[in-house]
């Protein structure tokens, strides 16, 4: 398969790294997903990534806690999610910088712009971890903002579903599945695939968002190589 796009940002949440166990990291779930970016990164796609953390912590549901504090573990969250990915990728011979918004010099680089981009065009996957840096603000919104300063040509949105419905299909068997969308569909629908803020920015900046199953072998390929699959948000 040829790759449509010269450079992607794929959006990981961090419950799919969980697997079946809904908590955590599991370990073949990750390697699995290290084999599938393989097959895009062998086909020459400069990848990055951003990867939250809901696996392991979830700020907007946690009672009795200030906003910004549970939303500063969160961030802290996706830094382990992001490490883990390095380690499976790595193993793969996949050569990967982790740059957080939050310094954490020991573990991982400081995000700068500059920088990451330079990665990109040295061959390296640069994950993306810590969210914005700042609360209130979700991975999805980091997701559009990274893809937006590095130039992405497409943000990959690798969920459990396979593609965006007009209602959850879990817990509504007449939901319709949408093939194509608008910015603006998702917004005016309020279809629950992304926050309005992160919509709001790809669709400021013109950032095509390509929603698809994660768990289906093959789909991160077919989504870089411009196949029908999932929901795309043009």
């Known amino acids: 398969m040829k790759p449509k796009y010269k450079r992607v940002l794929l959006k990981i949440s961090g419950e799919s790294l969980a697997g079946d166990s809904k908590f955590g990291i599991d370990t073949p779930t990750v390697k ?23 696996n392991f912590w979830r700020g907007r549901t946690s009672s009795n806690m200030d906003r910004a504090t549970a939303d500063y573990i969160g961030m802290l969250a996706t830094c382990m999610n992001a490490l883990a ?15 957080t918004a939050i310094e954490m010099r020991e573990v991982a680089e400081p995000y700068i712009r500059r920088k990451a981009i330079h990665h990109l065009e040295g061959g390296k996957v640069v994950i993306f971890g810590a969210g914005t840096g700042n609360p209130f603000f979700s991975t999805d919104t980091a997701a559009a903002l990274r893809a ?3 130039d992405a040509d497409v943000i990959l949105l690798a969920k459990k579903i396979d ?6 299909p879990e817990l509504d068997p007449s939901a319709v599945k949408y093939d194509e969308l608008s910015h603006w569909d998702v917004l005016e629908k309020d279809l629950k695939v992304m926050d309005s803020t992160a919509a709001s920015l790809c669709r400021d900046n013109s950032i095509d968002i390509q929603v698809f ?4 072998e093959g789909n991160v390929m077919k989504a870089v190589s411009g196949e029908k699959i999932g929901t795309i948000i043009t």
Not at 85 to 99: D, S
Not at 163 to 168: E, K, N
């Open 85 to 99: 990915l390095q380690e499976a990728f790595e193993e793969l011979m996949i050569p990967t910088r982790v740059q």
């Open 32 to 54: 699995k997903i290290a084999g599938e970016m393989k097959q895009v990164y062998d086909s020459g796609v400069e990848i990055a990534i951003v990867v939250g953390g809901g």
């Open 163 to 168: 593609g965006v419905y007009s209602a959850d």
């Open 213 to 216: 199953a994660i768990a289906e």
């Open 148 to 150: 937006a300063e590095i």
